[in-house]
């Protein structure tokens, strides 16, 4: 049985190179934030939106339970995962980026099904991690903690102080080969791509693109 665990959406990134809030881009129709937190939803008990310093909770109050600001603000991603992780009601927490547009539920359920005994469940490949398509127990919080006030910013300094479970790709190929689920939109041509292979409606359309990057960078 899957344990029940809150979800987050991280949703303060600055977008720079969008040139646009990336949450609010149009996908299928609808802000891409909507389909973000319709399948978060379907995994998540609570869908949580941590916005950045500043939030807009306006904006995204239709799509989330609670809309929370960073504790630390201007750390990047850490601040985000922190804000989301300290408010939840579950001791675990799904956290996701709010720039995914194909995120796969049954690969959610899964993360947060192998969790039991880690504090942290996050994807391993050659190109490094993914910590924004990861699960988080709140027990995380006091390294993250220690790490935002030690001045560091990069999303996976933490690691050796916590127990991490590392996923391999060839643990999920039965869900996701390609890894579309972590594909991120950070261009107006990744927009323009994910729009043009998202299906047409009625139609269930062709895979995505595999996913060939990595969020494995200091945030």
């Not at 909507?34 to 799509?63: C, K, N, S």
């Not at 996923?167 to 390609?178: R, T």
Request: one cysteine or more; glycine letters at 8%.
């Amino acid at each position: 049985m899957t344990p029940p665990a809150s979800g987050v959406i991280l949703a303060g990134g600055a977008s720079r190179r969008m040139g646009r809030d990336k949450a609010f881009l149009e996908f299928e129709g609808r802000p891409l934030i909507a389909r973000i937190a319709d399948q978060v939803r379907l995994v998540g008990r609570e869908v949580i939106v941590a916005g950045g310093a500043e939030p807009d909770a306006a904006r995204y109050a239709p799509f989330a339970d609670r809309c929370v600001a960073d504790v630390y603000p201007d750390v990047g991603t850490l601040g985000g995962i922190h804000a989301g992780l300290q408010v939840a009601r579950h001791d675990l927490a799904l956290v996701v980026a709010c720039d995914m547009p194909f995120l796969n539920p049954d690969l959610l359920a899964w993360f947060v099904a192998v969790a039991e005994g880690w504090d942290l469940v996050v994807l391993k490949h050659e190109q490094g991690v993914e910590p924004l398509h990861a699960v988080y127990r709140k027990t995380c919080l006091p390294a993250i903690e220690a790490t935002i006030r030690s001045g560091e910013r990069c999303a996976f300094a933490f690691y050796d102080q916590i127990r991490v479970r590392f996923v391999a790709p060839a643990e999920i190929a039965h869900l996701d080969p390609a890894l579309s689920s972590f594909r991120n939109l950070n261009t107006p041509e990744d927009w323009h791509a994910a729009v043009a292979q998202a299906p047409a409606p009625g139609k269930n359309g062709g895979p995505p693109a595999p996913y060939t990057g990595s969020r494995s960078l200091p945030a």
